[in-house]
């Protein structure tokens, strides 16, 4: 006698449960590879950026070495010889390019890098004083981002063709708004014209949230995006059909089952997200006049002082690097199957 649809989703849960257990060892050398093989991924791109970096350095038009004595005397002014020839000695410049990579290399190992060519400090403490308000305003948005995303996709998607339509096209409009745009206008509607938040961000939670929607708004679309598609396949599932059979409520099924299998895109997304917003924040922390790494990048460039466009380039890929390795961890604990190198149904 076939099944009945209220045994099906028990059949689909049987295959996973009746499967046979594992031997602990091999599981755990299981993991241990996955997280050598995922450590040296995360070693190779640091790598590459640091390779970059120095590259980006010492392809650079120009004589090094005039650049550092411009940038000091404020205006390009006539030098003489031994003026350049202390300079060159100081950072190395007339050591081999290969002698210097190296010392490159090893000063990023002990975590030097390198002195500001105008400041005269360490580059990490003038990255470090800055680090903070960046970080904040990153994980502020990419929490805005989830809210808005979740709620969005949970009110519209499987709700019929014209509301879920609207939703997929909320979510491709959003998903392009650029963020110097996107910026300005939340400033001019909401700081100047209706006096809600301040024009000056600043570090008050005031203050935080219209830079913090800047960056959240076009996030939320292309996560939303990434995630209504699965969502709504899910609801397609037979567990749908047995939470239904049990009396649970649309929206509790939504939150509760369908939202979980639903999320795995938004969850890798998240990890790309993370060195997006920091990106992001060299425009947002312009457009708001706030402190943070972003204005300190825009700074350096003007003035040409390498060693800080270099620390923040490394700084973004090493943050980059660790996010993505808490989104493999997240993965295995939303959906263990991940854990195990299969592909959830």
Partial sequence: MPASSADAPAQVDARFSAAPLEDPGARLRRTARRVVSRLLGALLVLWGAATAAFLAQAVLPGDR???????RAGQPIERTPEELAAINAQYGFQDPVLTQYLH???GLVRGDLGESYQQFRPVTDVIGEQLAPTLVLTL???????AGMVVWVVLTAGRGR???????????????LPHYWLGIVLLLVFALQLR??????????????LPALTLAVPLAGFMGQATRTEFERALQQPFVLSART????????????????????AVTLSGWALGATISGAVVVETVYTRAGIGRVLVTAVNNQDLPIVTGVVLLVAALYVVANLLVDLVHGLVDPRTAKGGRPS
């Fill in 65 to 71: 070495a005039t650049i550092i004595f411009n940038i």
């Fill in 246 to 265: 049990r009396g649970a409520g649309d929206l509790a099924i939504r939150l509760r089952h369908v939202l979980r299998h639903a999320a795995l895109p």
């Fill in 104 to 106: 490159h290399l090893s």
């Fill in 162 to 176: 014209r509301t879920a339509g609207l939703g997929a096209a909320v979510d491709t409009a959003t998903a392009g």
């Fill in 196 to 209: 809600w938040f301040p024009v000056i961000s600043g570090n008050s939670p005031a203050g935080l949230l």
């Fill in 140 to 146: 502020t948005a990419i929490a805005l981002a989830w």
